[in-house]
C-alpha cells in the first residue's frame, strides 16, 4: 500500500520561504512523477508542480517564479520550497503521486500551512 | 474562477442518480485531454474516484461513472447513499497547467 505523508513547519512569516518535504513508502520515488497540490481554507483545489526523479519538472505559471521542487531517492522522498509566502499562501499543502499530465494517487493526508507574522 | 466549471451543489435522496457536470472549453476537456474526479471529506484529503474519464480505481463501487463528451465530462452517482455526501472534484489539463473544477458540494436528502 502506498503511503505519502508531508512534512514541515506549520507556520511561516510573509516574506520567508515555506518548505515541505513528502515521504513516500509502499513505492519508489524513481518510478513515477510526483506532485505538489494546494488547497485554501474553504476554496478548491490549486496544482503546485510536479518532478519525476529524472528531472523532468513543470510548474503552475502563476507560482512558476516563487517554486522549486527537488527529489531525493536514498531517502525516498521529496520536496517543495514557496519563497517569498504572503497570506494567500495559507493553504493545506497535500503530496500526490501523479504528474500534471494525469491524474493523482494517492495523496497524503495534508499539512495546513499558515503565513502569518 | 475556475477553468473548469461545476455547479457549487446538487442533491438527491438515497436511491437516485445524481449527476455533476463539469464544463471546459476548447483547450482543455475539448481539446482531447482526460478527465479525472475526486471525492473529499470535510478534513480529508481527495480521493481519486474516476480517472481517464470513465475508469474506476480498484474499490471503487460501480455506483460511481465518468463520461466525457466534447468540452463538457459528467460524473453520475446511482443508488445514491448518505455516505456519497462529500465534496466532488473534476480535473484535466489546459495551457500547460493541471486545472481542477471548482468543486460540487453533494448532499444526501
Known amino acids: 500500500q502506498v503511503q505519502l505523508q508531508e512534512s514541515g513547519p506549520k507556520l511561516v512569516k510573509p516574506s520567508e520561504t515555506l518548505s515541505l518535504t513528502c515521504t513516500v513508502s509502499?513505492?519508489?520515488?524513481?518510478?513515477?512523477?510526483w506532485s505538489w497540490i494546494r488547497q485554501s481554507p474553504g476554496k478548491g483545489l490549486e496544482w503546485i508542480g510536479s518532478?519525476?526523479?529524472?528531472?523532468?519538472?513543470s510548474y503552475n505559471p502563476s507560482l512558476k517564479s516563487r517554486v522549486t521542487t527537488s527529489t531525493d531517492s536514498s531517502k525516498n522522498h521529496f520536496s517543495l520550497r514557496l519563497t517569498s509566502v504572503t497570506a494567500a499562501d495559507t493553504a493545506v499543502y497535500y503530496c500526490?503521486?501523479?504528474?500534471?499530465?494525469?491524474?493523482?494517487?494517492?495523496w497524503g493526508q495534508g499539512t495546513l500551512v499558515t503565513v502569518s507574522s | 474562477q475556475s477553468v473548469l466549471t461545476q455547479p457549487p451543489s446538487v442533491s438527491g435522496a438515497p436511491g437516485q442518480r445524481v449527476t455533476i457536470s463539469c464544463t471546459g472549453s476548447?483547450?482543455?476537456?475539448?481539446?482531447?485531454?482526460?478527465v479525472h474526479w475526486y471525492q473529499q471529506f470535510p478534513g480529508s484529503a481527495p480521493k481519486l474516484l474516476i480517472y481517464?474519464?470513465?475508469n474506476r480505481p480498484s474499490g471503487v463501487p460501480d455506483r460511481f461513472s465518468g463520461s466525457k463528451s466534447g468540452t463538457s465530462a459528467s460524473l453520475a452517482i446511482t443508488g445514491l447513499q448518505a455516505e456519497d455526501e462529500a465534496v466532488y472534484y473534476c480535473?484535466?489539463?489546459?495551457?500547460?497547467?493541471?486545472?481542477f473544477g471548482g468543486g460540487t458540494k453533494l448532499t444526501v436528502l
Open positions: 500526490a503521486r501523479g504528474s500534471h499530465l494525469s491524474w493523482f494517487d494517492p
Open positions: 509502499g513505492d519508489f520515488i524513481s518510478v513515477h512523477y
Open positions: 518532478i519525476s526523479n529524472s528531472g523532468s519538472i
Open positions: 476548447n483547450s482543455n476537456i475539448g481539446a482531447g485531454y482526460n
Open positions: 481517464g474519464n470513465n
Open positions: 480535473q484535466s489539463y489546459d495551457s500547460s497547467l493541471n486545472v
